[in-house]
Nanobody, 128 residues
Framework: EVQLVESGGGVVQAGGSLKLSCATSGFTFDDYSVCWFRQAPGKEREGISCVRGSTIGTYYLKSVRGRFTISSDNAEKTVYLQMTSLKPEDTAVYYC?????????????????????WGKGTLVTVSS
């Protein structure tokens, strides 16, 4: 059974940092793409970035480029999202998702419709 468990969310002041973790299980880590998404209140879910095993995707959501960094630990089967210089508009529920690697291809661009598994999400609130 595929499981994705996010952690690390919380309340932070604008300009602060948080590191989210996604602990994965139930699949071969190198054979799946794992992505971070977020959904702000009243808005559509948007893809942030993805990894495939130790391969880090180069795509980042435009609004977070230069501030967020995705990484992975193959031994721990965990994917991280380091978030810095946080802004109030980063307030959202952050989701970890996974799908067989062939569904995203080598470009690793996160797409809602191609993701098969989702975590329950972790809330990030950035206060001004």
């Amino acid at each position: 059974e595929v499981q994705l468990v996010e952690s690390g969310g919380g309340v932070v002041q604008a300009g602060g940092s948080l590191k989210l973790s996604c602990a994965t299980s139930g699949f071969t880590f190198d054979d799946y793409s794992v992505c971070w998404f977020r959904q702000a209140p009243g808005k559509e879910r948007e893809g942030i970035s993805c990894v495939r095993g130790s391969t880090i995707g180069t795509y980042y959501l435009k609004s977070v480029r230069g501030r967020f960094t995705i990484s992975s630990d193959n031994a721990e089967k965990t994917v991280y999202l380091q978030m810095t210089s946080l802004k109030p508009e980063d307030t959202a529920v952050y989701y970890c998702s996974a799908t067989p690697s062939w569904k995203l291809g080598y470009l690793l661009i996160p797409q809602n419709t191609n993701m098969d598994y989702w975590g329950k999400g972790t809330l990030v609130t950035v206060s001004s």
